[in-house]
């Protein structure tokens, strides 16, 4: 049984430039949350897609926007990139009606913006 | 809003001792709180959680401790190994379906 998927996994753009990161999540997830970690620091809550919908934020800029599939897959876009939006993205996976059960994490896509 | 935080930012310890690593949460509407692991490249593995409902979970060589009165949690990992070398995350939601809000972690180094 796969895991949370995330691709790519490395990945150089120059600042100005747009990016898109792709998730699949585990089996029988159906929410994924999205998560940007710097260097040395815990992962920040990007948002989170249910239903093919936004469901909650982070305190993230428009620039960071995203999508879900009716196959519960999602993407990560990322508009006129910042050299401080050099991380590793990672996407999370749950079912929203375990809501009281930890998320499973891919191992995430290290993005550096230069 | 939600603030989790760590007291340690490293801890070393002996292989075969036991390691306790502390967390703090703010929000007292935190009613749900998880440890992760992660090692170098990898994401974040789960390894224990607890309901507010609860003071002690015990896992396979892991404990954890909740104490809702002062806004602290700990981890206690009996007999480390050098495997447990990582860094560890307190991570702690507040409700529902809310979102899950990561401490900035503590790294665990193991002396064998």
């Known amino acids: 049984d796969a895991g949370v998927t995330q691709s790519p996994t490395h990945l150089i753009k120059t600042r100005g430039q747009q990016v898109t990161l792709r998730c699949s999540p585990k089996?029988?997830?159906?929410?994924v949350s999205w998560y940007q970690q710097a260097l040395g620091q815990g992962p920040q809550f990007i948002f989170q897609y249910y239903e093919e919908e936004e469901r909650q934020r982070g305190n993230f800029p428009d620039r960071f926007s995203g999508h879900q599939f009716p196959n519960y897959s999602s993407e990560l876009n990322v508009n006129a990139l910042l050299l401080g939006d050099s991380a590793l993205y990672l996407c999370?996976?749950?079912?929203?009606?375990?809501?009281?059960?930890?998320?499973?994490f891919g191992s995430g896509t290290r993005l550096t913006v230069v | 809003g939600e603030s989790v935080g760590l007291h340690l930012p490293t801890l070393s310890v002996q292989e075969g001792d036991n390691s306790i690593i502390n967390c703090a949460y703010s929000n007292s509407a935190s009613d749900y709180f998880i440890w992760y692991k992660q090692e170098s490249g990898k994401g974040p593995q789960f390894i224990i959680d607890?309901?507010?409902?609860?003071d002690k979970r015990q896992g396979q060589r892991v404990t954890v401790l909740l104490n809702k009165t002062v806004k602290h949690l700990s981890l206690q990992i009996a007999a480390t190994q050098p495997g447990d070398s990582a860094v560890y995350f307190c991570a702690a939601r507040a409700g529902g379906y809310q979102k899950v809000t990561f401490g900035t972690g503590t790294k665990l180094q193991v002396i064998p």
């Open positions: 607890i309901r507010s409902n609860m």
């Open positions: 089996s029988g997830h159906d929410t």
């Open positions: 999370a996976s749950s079912l929203r009606q375990a809501y009281n059960y930890g998320y499973t």
